[in-house]
């Protein structure tokens, strides 16, 4: 049976809030992509938010499904798609930087890199996390989901990795582009999601991360239009 920790359904609706915001953040996405070319790392965004919108649906909508085997399969999927999709914002960060116009990142080592350190937070998610996942089904705040039953302490490392790559774009993208939104948005991320807040939510935390998927998409858009208007001073 379930873990119950709190009762309460604000969270319900939060998730189910957050799984909107994210849609509408993906359809953004599709648009961005139609008009400047699909054909680039910088719409790897898209498939990270598609994952976000089913993370938060499948978490808003467990009370609904109910405990069992369905809900616990379709839990799973969520931990897949973190570990395959989140450490994409790696490469996304390069080439961001790349866009700004630092010789170093169009090098192709920088490339390479990039995909390396990618491929090994797959592989390290994969492995460490993923392929011994057990799930157990816990209630808090009125949200019944299924998550890891013996959680590693700390802050994740895939995510740490990931995080310090786009505040490092972001610094650059400061300075390069006096593009700041980026770097408040991952610092935000960072610190958000790091200090406990005061609060009877387990979902408001989740804020952070929409915040930085928003500063995101906006550097996409920012870059998309800076190339329209020509080459970075």
Not at 150 to 172: D, E, H, Q, R, S
């Amino acid at each position: 049976p379930a873990e119950r920790v709190k009762s309460g359904s604000m969270d319900t609706v939060l998730f189910f809030g957050f799984a909107g915001a994210y849609t509408a953040l993906l359809i953004w996405a599709v648009a961005l992509a139609t008009r400047h070319g699909w054909a680039t790392p910088a719409n790897l965004p898209l498939l990270v938010l598609a994952g976000l919108v089913y993370d938060n649906l499948i978490i808003a909508s467990g009370r609904y499904i109910g405990e069992g085997p369905l809900l616990e399969a379709l839990s799973h999927g969520r931990f897949w798609l973190h570990a395959f999709l989140t450490p994409l914002l790696v490469i996304w960060s390069w080439h961001a930087v790349r866009r700004a116009g630092v010789r170093w990142a169009a090098r192709r080592w920088a490339a390479l890199a990039a995909v390396l350190i990618t491929a090994a937070l797959i592989a390290f998610e994969l492995i460490t996390v993923t392929a011994s996942l057990h799930l157990a089904a816990r209630v808090e705040y009125g949200v019944l989901s299924y998550s890891d039953s013996a959680p590693p302490p700390g802050p994740p490392p895939m995510v740490l990795v990931v995080a310090a790559a786009l505040i490092f774009a972001g610094f650059v993208l400061w300075r390069r582009q006096r593009w700041i939104w980026l770097l408040v948005g991952a610092v935000l991320m960072a610190v958000g999601s790091g200090v406990p807040l005061p609060l009877e939510s387990g979902a408001v935390t989740n804020l952070f991360e929409l915040v930085l998927l928003v500063s995101v998409l906006a550097t996409k858009a920012w870059q998309d239009a800076a190339e329209l208007r020509g080459p970075t001073a």
